[in-house]
């Protein structure tokens, strides 16, 4: 049998970036795979209008 070039299916231990949910990052920790935890948000578009409303809501 020869060997699988998947490194995914080789069966050797993982490195996760996890960018975002940090649900995920913690399950795979809990799974004792190795990962980075990136703090990432989508940016945010300025909206005057949006910003207005806002502003008088509050």
Do not use: C, F, Y
Not at 51 to 57: E, G, I, K, N, V
């Amino acid at each position: 049998m020869s060997e699988n070039p998947n490194p995914l299916l080789s069966g050797a231990p993982l490195h996760i970036a996890n960018v975002g949910i940090e649900l995920i990052g913690e399950n795979l920790e809990r799974q004792d795979v190795k990962v980075v935890q990136v703090r990432w948000h989508p940016p945010v578009r300025h909206d005057e209008e949006l910003t207005a409303l806002l502003d008088t809501l509050l």
